[in-house]
């Protein structure tokens, strides 16, 4: 639990520090409204890039990168690699995650979204005592799902996802011999969440 909260912790701090610093490059981008230029419907286009920190129980959590490709899909990638280390163990958590989106309803300020994902990630932790051993652990995910895309200010947006999804999870230890548990498979309702600036 510590160490969940710790990587909370660590995503939020990159999240701040990635936004504030595209923040200051692109914010007169899509400075549409003060250009004069007028849209049919008062509508915007939507920025292709978004990028920023989410939590997805299908598509894994960390930093993530989304780009428009056309024909109102959106990809994204998110990845995260996290390490821990005291005077007892060493805790290594990485993964990567991948989402394919088709945009059903677009616009600048509001979007919405169905969804395919799907992430591996594995964790493992070394023992440094005099009985030294290892846990290892090995995570895939997929699902579908649905989503939503806000614009909170100007260029920050805010996703919220639910969707329905696989897991798979394998453990192995070693304390004198591997051994093997799992593995272990649920499925069920999930949900995501993500803060970006969009550029």
């Known amino acids: 639990m510590e160490i969940m909260k710790t990587s909370i912790k660590f995503i939020t701090i990159c999240a701040i520090f990635f936004i504030t610093n595209f923040a200051q490059s692109y914010t007169q981008t899509y400075d549409y ?10 509508t915007l286009p939507e920025p292709k890039n978004k990028i920023g920190a989410s939590y997805s129980g299908i598509s894994y959590y960390g930093l993530t990168y989304q780009r428009n490709v ?24 990485y993964g990567i995650g991948l989402q394919v989106q088709k945009i059903l309803l677009k616009g600048y300020e509001k979007n919405a979204y169905i969804f395919m994902g799907a992430g591996i990630q ?4 070394d ?27 100007e260029n920050f947006t805010i996703d919220a996802e639910l969707g329905y999804g696989y897991c ?8 004198g011999g591997w051994n093997s548990y799992g593995p272990r498979k649920r499925i069920g309702v999930t949900f995501g969440i993500g803060l970006y600036f969009a550029f």
């Not at 409204?33 to 008062?42: E, Q, T, W």
């Not at 290892?134 to 989503?147: L, P, V």
């Not at 798979?168 to 304390?175: E, I, L």
């Open 70 to 93: 056309g024909r109102d899909i959106r990809l994204g990638v998110t990845s995260l690699i996290y390490l821990e280390e005291d005077n007892s163990s060493q805790y290594l958590d």
């Open 168 to 175: 798979n999870t394998r453990t192995n230890d070693y304390s």
């Open 33 to 42: 409204r003060s250009s004069g230029v007028i849209f049919p419907n008062d």
């Open 122 to 125: 594995q964790q493992t932790e």
């Open 127 to 153: 023992y440094k005592s005099n009985s030294s051993g290892s846990d290892k652990t090995d995570i895939f995910t997929f699902g579908i799902g649905m989503g939503g895309s806000a614009t909170l200010l």
